[in-house]
Structures are given as C-alpha cells and as structure tokens.
C-alpha cells in the first residue's frame, strides 16, 4: 500500500480542504461507473478511496501521522460497482432509448449481419432485446388497478396488468415481450414504465388519498351528512358541528389497498364554502350577529 | 432482492428520504413486488454510484440528471456493442478474418482488440 499522500497527490501538511479538493478531483477520473471499459479504473478508485478514507479523516490522519496505523489500515470491504450489472440482462431498464427507434440504424445492421445465416451452420444464439415503452394510465385505474391492452407501433397487441396502488413511475416487466431472440435464443423482456395522470381532486401520498371537500355554511356551522367519493365510490360521512375550513376527517381504510401494509386511509380536508350570492337576509343576520361576537382569527392563526 | 429498509441498511450513508428523492427523480426504478418495493442488485449498485456522485464528487442534482443520461446512453450502446462483438467471435475465421479486414484503419480511437492477426489485406 501506497503512502495515501503521495496516492491523492498532496504534501504531508496540506489542509483538509485541499486534501478532499484532491480526493474529488481523483475520484471523477477514476470512478470505476464513469469508466466501463477501464478495468484498471476499479483499482485505482479503491487504492485512492483508501487513502482519502485515512487522510480525509481528521482522526485516522491523526493516527496514521503519528504512526499508531498503516496505510493499509483502512481498506473498504469488496463491493459491487454499476457497472458490474450495466450491461447485463438487469440493466436494460435504465437504457436510454427513445421511442422505440433507438436503435432501429443498429438493428439493421444486425439482421442484416445475422438474418439467415443458420444454414450456413455457423448458429449464434442470442437473447432478444428489451424494449422500454410509456405507459400513461388514469389516476383511478393505477389507483384500483386495471387491464389494459395496448397496440404496439408494429401491430402486436400487448395485455398489460396494472397492479392496484401503481405508483408513478413504477415500471413493470413483462417477460419474454421484448423483442425475439436470434436464431432461437430467449426472448428480451418489456419494461413498462407507468406514468400515472393526476386526478381533478384526489392526491396521492404514500398509500393514503388526500382530497379537498368544499361545504356550505349550513352544514359547516349546523353538522351535517355529505356524500363524498373514495377511490372506490361514494360514502357518506358526518360533518361535526362547527366544522372549519382546514379540518381533516379521516375515512379509515378508504385509501390504496395493499396486502402487505393495509389499506391506506383517505383524508378530507373541508373548505368551507359561502354561497354564491350573499343575499340580504344573510347580510342583516351577520350586521346583527357580529358585534356580539367579534373574534380574530388571524390572532389565531399568529398572521399578526 | 432487498427491500426499502433492508437497502437504506446497507449502504452506508443513504437515508430513506435520498433513496425517495432519487426515486421521485427517475435515478432509481425500483422492481415491483407484490406489494412492496424490490431493488435488485443492480439499483443497490445504482445507489451506491449515486451516492459516490453526491458525497464524493460533491456533484448537484441537475449534473447528476445530466451524467446519468450519457451513462446510460454509454451503457446501452456498450451493451448492444457486446452482443455484436461476441457474435463476430462466434463466427468462422475466415469471417472473423473478413469482418477485421473491413474494420481495421475505420475505427478511430478506442480500445485495440488485436483482432485474429490476419485482418491484413491479402491483396487482390
């Protein structure tokens, strides 16, 4: 093991600022992710790692200055770079592709190169691609899952399960859709990435639902019973006495079922709502009502 | 495959609220199980590259948007370069031989495989 300043490159007494500028410096040209085809890159990066996890630490290099440990003495345990997994059959789903043309000037050139040469007997098998397709579907249909069925640019038609409480984003792998292999090698698998369209008035948050729920005066200051939709269909609910813009309810079990964790729960947050018009006979009550009971809700609300 | 927590344990220096931040920002795709979030050993890797980036070439979320593009670009097309050059290995040599006679002198810069060493022009 290699003296740790001399493998980041700084004098003995160079300041920790200088010492981690070295380090950052080393670790963009080396890392082993940022180099896939440098298979000297991974030894470096540890070798260096290494050093700076002795000398960038204010303690180690304390010790290691004083001599009470080597340089050796900070080696990281063996560990698994991305690129290891890049360009094996799990990294597909990170493959930029657009469309479904990415590629389509390669696969020429490859169908062309391999198309009709197995009777020639010189076979080369090889796994079909993975292909990557968007999927946009409703809020309710990723909520409650749903079947879909989607055409595909070359006419194949794909039936595609979207598992209830779908997050956005969330790709899911349909095996063996991709494209074929050649010369009978394995299928590639299909990766679906679900983009979930926002709904008018349901949130989403974790499994829970959140919604807004306008009520009007009388039902705000009387109680009351309302009819309120969940994501699956209406229920009806209790409007407490005095019940205030920004009070929560909360409609337990109502949310995104989920077998592992329990159904989520559906939040309501009340907006109390005024009528359209404020008619007179409302007008006078208020004139009559409000010099009795005058009170400051943006005291309340510490706005002052 | 590891799940959320089990995953946030073992990589040392990442919290829950990272991993939910990558997630939301497309860095990260977590395989779905029943239910649960799967990561496969792949987005465990994927996490640690992103850590490293962030912690240790101290590198801000829109350069990181931006190098996870080209990465992945690099890594898919070295993934399609693979198939390609292993089926040329698997081909006859006098096919090899052709393939490595078309190819020497046009390829500019990267790594010399060497070839089978009879990619020379035979003359005609």
Redesign the interface.
Known sequence: MQDPYKMLGVKKDAPADDIRKA??KL??KL?P??N??DKEAESRFKDV?AAYAIVGDEEKRGKFDRGEIDASGAERPE??????????P????????EGFG??ED?DDV?SQ??GGRGAHG?K?R?RGADVSYVLPVEFLEAARGAKKTVTLPDGKSLAITI?E??HD?????LKGQGQPG?EGGEQGDAYV?VRVRPHAFFHRKDNNIHMDLPVSLPEAVLGGKVTVPTISGSVAMTIPKGANTGMTLRLKGKGIK????GPGDQYVTLKVTLPDEIDDALAEFIKGWAPDHAYDPRQAAGVK | MLTRSQLVASVEGVSGERLTYWIEMGFIVPERGEGEQQFADIDIARVRLLHDLEADLDLDTDSIALLLSLLDQVYALRSRMRVMTEAIARQPPEVREAICALLSGRLGGGEDKGGAGGGEDKGS
């Open positions: 380090y950052r670790a963009k890392h992710d940022l896939p085809g790692q560990r698994q770079f991305y690129r290891d997994y890049a360009e094996g799990q990294g597909a789903k990170y493959y930029r592709q990415g590629f390669l490859m190169i391999f010189a080369f090889a598992p409480g779908t984003g969330e790709m899911l792998r050649y990435e989920d077998s592992k964790m």
